[in-house]
Structures are given as C-alpha cells and as structure tokens.
T-cell receptor, first 111, second 115 residues
C-alpha cells in the first residue's frame, strides 16, 4: 500500500509556530501536496514539493526529504483562522494524477 | 473566475434509493476527480476523467457507483441502491492538467446522508 501517516490532532497557541509532520512510502514517490481544509469547506491548496528542501510561502513553509519519506508543514505566527485540518497527499509514479491522502491533522489554535 | 461548483450541497435519502451528484469544473480544466470523505477521514479517490480518454474508475467502491462526464464539462456521480455506509461528503476537483505539480481545485462538496 501507499500509506500516508500524520498526527490526528495538534494544539498550539496564537502567535506561536507549529510543525505538522507527514510520512509516506518512498517507493515510486513523485511529489507531495499540502492542503488546508476548514470544517465544512473544500480543501484549498497550500504547497507542492517534489525536490528536497524547504519551500517558503509567507507564514507557511513546507519541507521534503525524499530519502527519508518525510515532509512537514510549518506554520508561523499562528492566527486563530489557522484552526483547520491539514491534509498531506502524495503522488506516485504509477499514476500521474492520483493523490493519496492522509487522514489529516486537525489543528486547534488557542488564544 | 468561478470555481468548482457542486450540487446539491446536501442530500438526505432513504436507503435503497438512487442519488445523482453533479459537478461543474473550472472552465478549461481537462482533468476532473471525484473523492469521498467520511467523517474525520482523509479523501478517498473514486474516479478520474481526463479529456476524451477512458476514465480511471479504479477507486469506485462497488458497481453501485458510476460516473459520467461530457467532454470537458459537467460530471455526474450516481450511486444506486444507496446504503448507510455511503453517507459521506463527496468532493469533486478539477485541474488544468494531470501532470505532477498541477494543483487540484476542490468544490464545496455534497454531503450525503443515507437514512
């Protein structure tokens, strides 16, 4: 199988930094996406990594290590509106289009 | 411009009835996907359409599920003889292309409840 693992829930404080980890199977791996999903809403795209390293986009950054099968999403200067589920999804070479999603990490930002 | 739209937003149906869910992708997007999301779970791939190519139906959970797409426009997902385990949010997404890196844009979903 192509299991994607991420923590179920995390809690953090407004203004702080939080790191959400995701692990995946490396065989045939071809890219990793992060999506944000507020309760009752559609997922929205945050980032895409295919090469090793850190990609920064404002308060959000995403990191990938292909050899370790590991990615993380880093959220800085947390705001209350960042409370949402964060979905990690991987692509594999056996399918150029199919995304394999993790179950999502529910992040609660507290004042 | 307009995003992906889906209808209805909510559907309550009795067990055994058929339902039809509709998706309008973003204009010009050749790729269209259907996903199912059970409560507290991630997204489960159901079916993929790309232009006029044969669809990838490998994610459909049973032969009660079927989907159609006319060209590069509207798609419908049909569930026949609904069961309680079909209760979920059904999400549709479209993308400009299927190649890696092209992000998928999601619709708001249809919440299906089978009683």
């Amino acid at each position: 199988g192509q299991n994607i693992d991420q923590p179920t829930e995390m809690t953090a404080t407004e203004g702080a930094i939080v790191q959400i980890n995701c692990t995946y199977q490396t065989s045939g791996f071809n890219g990793l996406f992060w999506y944000q999903q507020h309760a009752g809403e559609a997922p929205t795209f945050l980032s895409y990594n295919v090469l090793d390293g850190l990609e920064e986009k404002g308060r959000f950054s995403s990191f990938l290590s292909r050899s370790k099968g590991y990615s993380y999403l880093l959220l800085k200067e947390l705001q209350m509106k960042d409370s949402a589920s964060y979905l990690c999804a991987a692509k594999y070479m056996d399918s150029s289009y199919k995304l394999i999603f993790g179950s999502g990490t529910r992040l609660l930002v507290r004042p | 411009g307009a995003g992906v739209s889906q209808s209805p937003s909510n559907k309550v149906t009795e067990k055994g009835k058929d339902v039809e869910l509709r998706c309008d992708p973003i204009s010009g997007h050749t790729a269209l996907y259907w996903y199912r999301q059970r409560l507290g779970q991630g997204l489960e791939f159901l079916i993929y359409f790309q232009g006029n190519s044969a669809p990838d139906k490998s994610g459909l959970p049973s032969d009660r599920f079927s989907a159609e797409r006319t060209g590069e426009s509207v798609s419908t997902l049909t569930i026949q003889r609904t069961q309680q385990e079909d209760s979920a949010v059904y999400l549709c997404a479209s993308s400009l292309d299927h190649t890696p890196g092209y992000e998928q844009y999601f619709g708001p979903g249809t919440r299906l409840t089978v009683t």
